[in-house]
């Protein structure tokens, strides 16, 4: 179904159905990766499973893999011969778990299933197909004289072959979740430990040359429970990881992203808490998958318990470059939503795999929610709005950027101003448009320039922002619409009248998106 520009595409065999992972293959299907309990229903055993999907949602084909007990699919990957790898874990007879990966070829057929018991229990999160074309599989493993999980990092060939395992931490609990590869063919991993570090559960990063061996290790901690999910390169040769953290921010749990550059410095470090909502939170927020895109935002995927409909809301957020809110989103109903993994598609769409409890009681449904173009453009169509049509003076502002992101509620809204690609000026609020550029309307010799920010609603409140704009930008003083002020300093009062809505669609360039930004 679609509403408020997302294609919901659910997916429902069984009382238990997830998607853990997703791709989008090289022929432009989707493949979704998860378990699913439609095999056996009376006993509750779940049983991997993977679907490919067209770009319209439809199911092209569909596969179940396992025994009669427990196995899961963690994740998905399209090879270089452009087969497919799952790798999960399979439980055996005994009540352990053995590592597993699958290697699919066209249409799902099976070309070889392997199963690695390296201890009582071993499990994968998260594998990668390696420059060298092996692939490097990351979990935890259980060793028989333990009571607490090691990570664990593999390495297998192309058919399968184990090559090497190596395994990490003491005698706590310690677990790696997500996997890289950066450029230079060194593999990074994040997960958490209780065995290294101070706190509780200490978000933990790890980095490995290509035959397994431990450069360096590091924690980032508190005083409570830590945890890092995923781990992602970012466009300046960097990386970024997301989880979650007790040990500060306002709730039970809040989002966690950290971003370091290409000399693993760490470059900030953020906490994504309620933000201008008038209460405290008391919940989870919990940031699961991230992605970054070609213009260097970050768009997250996970859960929250803090501001949406239902018990837990599958949630999306968007963040600028240096890690600060932009715009957020809760998708749910009346019971529990979330989402584990995000993918960019090819065609500038953004797909969520996740789960929902809502569409039918006492069952989990696996989810797909496919942001089409209008949702795309919620989540921040850059609007630059120095163009010849709308600026008197160009050269004046050759240097300058403006823009401005709708918010998914279609009421608010952020505005940010970069000077020389650097932001120097950023501000949420209700919907924003541009009423002036160029005029020196302070009579400081200056060009100015006006933005106008709309509350909506009856009240059609306005607010506008005068700038300065010469050599470095300066926020002059706000005003509502009908205060008077001398803003030229004559000794007269004035006030800058609002732009008519047949003016704003006049504009045929970037004022007719922000049209767009005030009438949708």
Not at 146 to 159: F, P, R, S, Y
Not at 234 to 250: L, M
Request: aromatic residues 12%.
């Amino acid at each position: 179904q679609a509403e408020d520009g997302i294609r919901d595409v659910e997916r429902s065999r069984g009382l238990g159905d997830v998607y853990k992972r997703q791709i989008q293959t090289e022929e432009g299907n989707y493949l979704a990766g998860g378990w699913t309990d439609y095999q056996s229903l009376t006993d509750g055993k779940l049983d991997g499973w993977v679907v490919e999907l067209d770009s319209e949602g439809n199911i092209q084909w569909e596969k179940t893999f396992g025994n009669e007990y427990d196995d899961l699919i963690y994740d998905v990957i399209q090879t270089q011969d452009k087969g497919y790898l799952l790798a999960g874990w399979t439980e055996t007879q005994n009540g352990n778990t053995d590592a597993w990966i699958l290697k699919l070829g066209e249409e799902g057929k099976l070309e070889w299933e392997k199963q690695y018991d390296l201890s009582k229990t071993d499990k994968i999160y998260s594998i990668i197909q390696s420059r060298s074309r092996d692939y490097i599989a990351t979990g935890c493993s259980l060793q028989e004289e333990k009571e607490n999980t090691d990570a664990l990092v593999m390495c297998i060939g192309k058919d399968g072959t184990l090559k090497w395992s190596n395994l990490f931490g003491g005698e706590r609990y310690d677990r790696l979740y997500s996997i890289m590869e950066n450029t230079a063919g060194n593999l990074f991993i994040v997960g958490h430990t209780e065995s290294i570090g101070e706190g509780d559960t200490d978000g933990w990063i790890v980095k490995f040359n290509q035959e397994g061996e431990k450069e360096w290790d590091k924690t980032f901690r508190g005083t409570e429970d830590d945890r890092f999910y995923s781990i992602i390169p970012t466009n300046d040769n960097g990386y970024a990881v997301i989880g979650y953290t007790k040990s500060k921010g306002a709730g039970d749990a809040d989002m966690w992203v950290l971003k370091f550059d290409e000399n693993d410095h760490l470059q900030w470090d953020k906490t994504i808490q309620e933000y201008d909502r008038g209460y405290d939170a008391e919940e989870d927020d919990r940031g699961y998958s991230m992605i970054q895109t070609a213009q260097g935002y970050f768009i997250i995927a996970g859960y929250t318990c803090s501001d949406g409909q239902g018990k837990a809301d599958a949630q999306i957020m968007k963040l600028d470059q240096e890690g600060n809110v932009i715009l957020r989103r809760e998708h749910g109903d009346k019971e529990n939503e979330s989402l584990s993994s995000i993918v960019e598609t090819r065609d500038g769409h953004y797909l969520f795999a996740g789960y929902t409890q809502s569409k039918e009681a006492g069952k989990t449904s696996a989810l797909l929610l496919n942001l089409d173009e209008r949702t795309n453009y919620c989540l921040g169509e850059d609007l630059n709005l120095f163009s010849p049509e709308n600026i008197e003076d160009e050269e004046a502002f050759e240097n300058y950027e403006i823009k401005i992101f709708r918010d998914f509620s279609l009421v608010t809204g952020v505005i940010q101003i970069f000077q020389d690609n650097s932001l120097v000026y950023t501000a949420n609020g209700w919907l924003f448009s541009i009423e002036e550029i160029g005029d020196d309307i302070t009579g400081d010799g200056q060009p100015n320039l006006v933005i106008q920010a709309w509350s909506g609603g009856n009240s059609m409140a306005y607010a506008n922002f005068i700038f300065s704009l010469d050599k470095q930008i300066k926020h002059i003083y706000t005003f509502r619409m009908g205060e008077l002020k001398d803003l030229n300093g004559d000794g007269k009062k004035e006030i800058i009248e609002s732009v008519s809505y047949t003016h704003l669609r006049a504009h045929e360039t970037s004022l007719h998106l922000v049209c767009r930004l005030l009438l949708e």
